[in-house]
């Protein structure tokens, strides 16, 4: 179940419970393993690096149906196992005025059997941009209940 609360016009805010483990479902969002099963915009896995500690970096390269790619990369800012991971979040854009880094932030509840998850991106340049994130992570998030089974 997804709930999608907008507190700002530059804030996206998605809420779900997940029918997994916290320790499982935290550890989605940091092994590249799992990330390039779920962090896709088609059928084709992503590929992922991750150095993930503080201070420590990640990119993601996501493939489009039409051959395209998406590179988002960011830095880790804060990993507190298995409740909250904070990082940047950024496009590489072929206009470079485009360019913006947002923050997002994962916190990581357990709910029994279950984990809610709260998912933060804030600093978006406009509400357009919020929106298109808003498709995209709940893309995500429907990948990563088929990943966690």
Sequence with gaps: MSDTTTTLPTT?????????????VYDAWV??????????SADIPSNVEAEVR????YRIVMHKADG????????????????????????E???PALAKETLLTLDFVSRGADTELTLTHEDFRDEAQRDNH????????????????
């Design 68 to 91: 395209d790619l998406l590179v988002a990369y960011g830095t880790y800012r804060e990993l507190t196992r298995p409740t909250r991971i904070v990082c940047t979040w950024q496009w």
């Design 54 to 57: 503080v201070g420590g970096g």
């Design 12 to 24: 996206l805010v998605l809420k779900h419970v997940f029918k997994a483990p916290i320790e499982r």
């Design 31 to 40: 092994k590249p393993e799992i990330m390039c099963e779920f962090m896709r």
């Design 134 to 149: 808003a498709a995209g992570w709940g893309r995500c998030f429907a990948n990563l209940e088929l990943v966690l089974g």
């Design 93 to 95: 854009e072929d206009e």
